[in-house]
């Protein structure tokens, strides 16, 4: 989660008590105690203030927070900890998540899965992180800036890419596949979907076939660190597809609103940002 700087210099999060929740859902899901939703929002709060120097100005970047649940003690058994530690870490960032990037350049993985059905793919855990790294790194040695990932069963289903959820874009209709435990339930996410629904868009959670990429519009990621991010290209075995970018696009629309409502400059109708003082 992210702390904005407000142009009157006060500090804004947005949907803290989302995150607070998937703490609570992953934290079951892991067999590790959890703070209650006040402790873990009060936590965020607390490390934002203490931290206010250095959130960035506004509209210059925002302050990184991860709230994180850690186990520890001394086990060597396959067992849950003895003792866990809840901790919240910040840090200023750029805007840029990806490095001046225009537009995303994607490709989609077939040798390596992300996650399984009835796994652990909708829990915001380290297992969900680093099998991504040989595929992310393999990609990115190629030239890309990620990869997207198929279903495990059928591999001809999108899930999201390493660290961020997916959105095609054709005609009126945007479509993303449905969380149900193979991929991370991001907040950005959810909030996109609510602001597509308020811009008129229909919007469909379910099962996307990767053949849907070759006809899209657009296509764009969201997250907490890339925001929403559009997708410039996506090489699918030996089809390179180029999509609508910037100014006019679907894309820049919901990422004018996003971005608005969590600096404070857009209103906020939905009671989605919390002020800190």
Known sequence: MKSYRKEDGG?????????????????ERMCMPCPSLHQFVEAVKQTALANKRWVPPHGKGTLYMRPMLLGSGAVLGLAPAPEYTFLVYASPVSDDYFKGSGGLNLYVEEEYDRSARLGTGGVKSICNYAPALKAMGRAKSRGFSD??????VEKKNLEEASACNVFIVKGNVIST?????TI?????????????YDHGYQVEEGVVPVDQLLDADEVFCTG????VAPVDTITYRDQR????TGVGSVTSELYSTLVG?????VEDKK???VEIS
């Open 11 to 27: 500090l804004l999060l947005f949907r803290p008590e989302l995150n607070a929740k998937r703490m609570m859902m992953g934290a």
């Open 147 to 152: 990869v997207l990932y198929l279903d495990s």
């Open 177 to 181: 596949p449905a969380a149900r435990g």
């Open 184 to 196: 991370l339930p991001g907040v950005t996410r959810r909030s996109i979907i609510e602001i597509a």
């Open 224 to 227: 907490t660190a890339v925001v």
């Open 241 to 244: 597809v180029q999509y609508k």
């Open 261 to 265: 409502i969590q600096r404070g400059v």
């Open 271 to 273: 009671g989605w940002t």
